[in-house]
Structure formats: structure tokens, C-alpha cells
């Protein structure tokens, strides 16, 4: 499938597909906990972020990688005027957010950290755990290619994004939140 079939099959379709490389795949529903998590890092970003006059955006905008990849993140932050007038992809984000469930670990990990950091304007990746206190962040050093690795699991640890004087809690996004291990997504 061409980018331009692709984007024809979204618009007129009830659910969301990534496209990665000429192949599209269906995006799954998510748990309670999931689409709560992703309320509440959301709200966290879009405090600090919306007064700035950047965006934040959740789930059912798409991100250009690439011509050949169109994931969904869970949560976008872009401060790229382009991107705040555009319509429908986000192609200058500065943060992206996964919500880590069962099935979409190993692709959180793999592929989409591998496609991820190739964004020029992305500065930080973090993903998050649905199923424990466990927050993990990627974060480009300024100036360079090269992205330093910090895990977060205890909730008074605080994740730092420097380069955007911004603080968030695992407190703030684990908040009322009860773990269930065992369900699979």
C-alpha cells in the first residue's frame, strides 16, 4: 500500500492503523488503566506545554517518522508552529509517549525507539509501564545523536526534561491508579 492509499484508508475508517513501511496494521483497544495513564500524562505535559504555545496531542494523532512509518504515540508534544496549524500528522515532535501493555512492549522497545530517535526534533521518548511503577526515559543530549537511558521506579522519583524546565512525578502519573498484572492486552 502507497502513503496515499494509506492516508485515503484513515480517512475514511473507524479505527486507526500505523503504517509502517507499504503495510498497515489495526491498532488495538486499550485497558481502563492504559487510556487513564495517558489522561494523565497528558494533562501533566499539556499544563507546562499549552501556556508555551506548543501542542499536546493524545492517541489519534499519527507521527511521521518517515516516508515509510506513520505510528499513533500515545501522547505528542510539538512546539513547531507547522505542526500546531497542520491537520492531521505531526511531523516535528519534541516528546513522544508510549503506554507500555503486553502486546506493544517489544515494539515500544524494538522498532519504534530505533524509528523514534531518527526525528531530528525529538528530544526525549518515554515510556510507560500500565501494569507496575516503572517509567523509562530516553533522552537525546544536546547537540549530538547520541540519547542517555534513565529508568524511574519508586513514586517520589521525579523525571526531569531539562531542556524544557519541566518536572513530572511518578506520583502525579500513577495516582489512583491499581495495578492488574495479569490482564492481557
Known sequence: MTVEEYFELEEQSEIRHEYYDGEVY?????????????????????HHFLPCGCDVFSENVKVKVSDHYYPYPDVIVTCASKDISGTYVVEHPSILVEVVSKNSEAKDRGLKLQQYRTIPSLRYYLLV???????????????????????????????????????????AIYENITFEPDIVQ
Open 129 to 171: 509501564s500500565q501494569f507496575e511503577c516503572s517509567v523509562d526515559l530516553y533522552s537525546r543530549r544536546e547537540g549530538s545523536d547520541l540519547w542517555t537511558y534513565c529508568g524511574f521506579e519508586h513514586a517520589e522519583d521525579v523525571i526531569c526534561f531539562e531542556v524544557f524546565n519541566f518536572e513530572m512525578s511518578l506520583k
Open 26 to 46: 489495526a491498532m488495538a483497544g486499550t485497558t481502563l488503566n492504559h487510556n487513564r495513564i495517558v489522561g494523565k500524562v497528558r494533562n501533566l505535559l499539556g
